[in-house]
């Protein structure tokens, strides 16, 4: 038995009780697609920023020349974020070249632009692409932002945050 | 001379949902209030049917299936529920791998 200490149970949660529980059982988050880190999905700052805050314990894990990198990269302004991609480190969403390595710095001629080849990609919503390894990058320059994603020409993978079947 | 008291607010494994309809497993020490901090809060993107609804992840945890945020702390807001944990579910959420 679970105790209720405050609020109560959203009224889309309720239901049948069990099977798919509570109308959304299987879905996401609440069935929408989404979970909390984007709210609707609407894409980066006004969620939670649970994402975000995930980074300082998943840097934690790197490397001292890692981690190192990444402060520099702070420092220079950089805007961090994540990007995943297959296993072996190529693009999972579209995107070509080779597998990515943690160092790999890619620079593109612009103008920028979101949604093709004119643009390197991240995102502050990595729930929302698909790819088994996660990566944390930093993005200089200009940025431009889109729904759960962010481009830029300009973009330096920093080191892996974590990979989908061996994450522990 | 009289000494203050103070008081150490204990922590306890709890579930959080918010209006941004986020699903938020960590420690607090205090559930009261507009906002509610929480360490090692780790984000339910998804849960399957084993779970057997919602209010299973507070009771049995997270399953195989589920897909789990790595851990953060983090200030929740616009809170709408706070459940508490049992043992059993803190277990499986403390082993549930990330696979957000």
């Given at each position: 038995?679970?105790?209720?200490?405050?609020?109560?149970?959203?009224?889309?949660?309720?239901?049948?009780?069990?099977?798919?529980?509570?109308?959304?059982?299987?879905?996401?988050?609440?069935?929408?697609?989404?979970?909390?880190?984007?709210?609707?999905?609407?894409?980066?700052?006004?969620?939670?920023?649970?994402?975000?805050?995930?980074?300082?314990?998943?840097?934690?894990?790197?490397?001292?020349?890692q981690?190192?990198r990444?402060?520099?990269a702070?420092?220079?302004?950089?805007?961090?974020?994540?990007w995943?991609s297959?296993?072996d480190g190529t693009p999972?969403?579209?995107g070509?070249g080779p597998a990515r390595r943690a160092g790999d710095v890619e620079q593109i001629?612009?103008?920028?632009?979101?949604?093709?080849?004119?643009?390197l990609?991240a995102?502050?919503?990595?729930?929302?692409?698909?790819?088994?390894k996660?990566w944390i990058v930093a993005l200089?320059?200009?940025?431009?932002?889109?729904?759960?994603?962010?481009?830029?020409?300009h973009r330096e993978i920093l080191g892996e945050?974590?990979?989908?079947?061996?994450?522990? | 001379?009289?000494?203050?008291?103070?008081?150490?607010?204990?922590?306890?494994?709890?579930?959080?949902?918010?209006?941004?309809?986020?699903?938020?497993?960590?420690?607090?020490?205090?559930?009261?209030?507009?906002?509610?901090?929480?360490?090692?809060?780790?984000?339910?993107?998804?849960?399957?049917?084993?779970?057997?609804?919602?209010?299973?992840?507070?009771?049995?945890?997270?399953?195989?299936?589920?897909?789990?945020?790595?851990?953060?702390?983090?200030?929740?807001?616009?809170?709408?529920?706070?459940?508490?944990?049992?043992?059993?579910?803190?277990?499986?959420?403390?082993?549930?791998?990330?696979?957000?």
């Amino acid at each position: 038995m679970v105790g209720l200490i405050r609020g109560e149970v959203p009224a889309e949660r309720k239901g049948s009780g069990s099977g798919d529980g509570y109308g959304y059982g299987d879905g996401y988050g609440y069935g929408d697609g989404s979970g909390y880190g984007s709210g609707d999905g609407s894409g980066y700052g006004d969620g939670s920023g649970y994402w975000e805050a995930t980074i300082p314990a998943l840097v934690a894990r790197w490397t001292e020349a890692q981690q190192a990198r990444f402060e520099a990269a702070r420092r220079e302004g950089a805007t961090i974020a994540f990007w995943r991609s297959n296993s072996d480190g190529t693009p999972s969403n579209g995107g070509t070249g080779p597998a990515r390595r943690a160092g790999d710095v890619e620079q593109i001629d612009g103008p920028l632009q979101l949604c093709g080849r004119r643009a390197l990609h991240a995102t502050l919503a990595p729930e929302k692409w698909r790819g088994d390894k996660v990566w944390i990058v930093a993005l200089f320059g200009e940025i431009a932002q889109g729904d759960d994603k962010l481009g830029a020409l300009h973009r330096e993978i920093l080191g892996e945050a974590w990979a989908v079947e061996n994450s522990r | 001379m009289v000494m203050a008291k103070r008081t150490v607010a204990k922590e306890r494994a709890v579930i959080v949902t918010t209006e941004y309809r986020g699903v938020f497993f960590g420690y607090a020490s205090d559930t009261d209030g507009d906002q509610i901090q929480l360490r090692a809060a780790r984000m339910c993107l998804w849960w399957s049917a084993d779970v057997k609804g919602f209010m299973g992840l507070a009771s049995g945890g997270p399953t195989k299936a589920c897909r789990i945020g790595p851990p953060a702390d983090i200030t929740l807001r616009k809170i709408t529920s706070v459940l508490e944990v049992t043992p059993a579910a803190v277990e499986a959420w403390e082993k549930a791998p990330w696979s957000a």
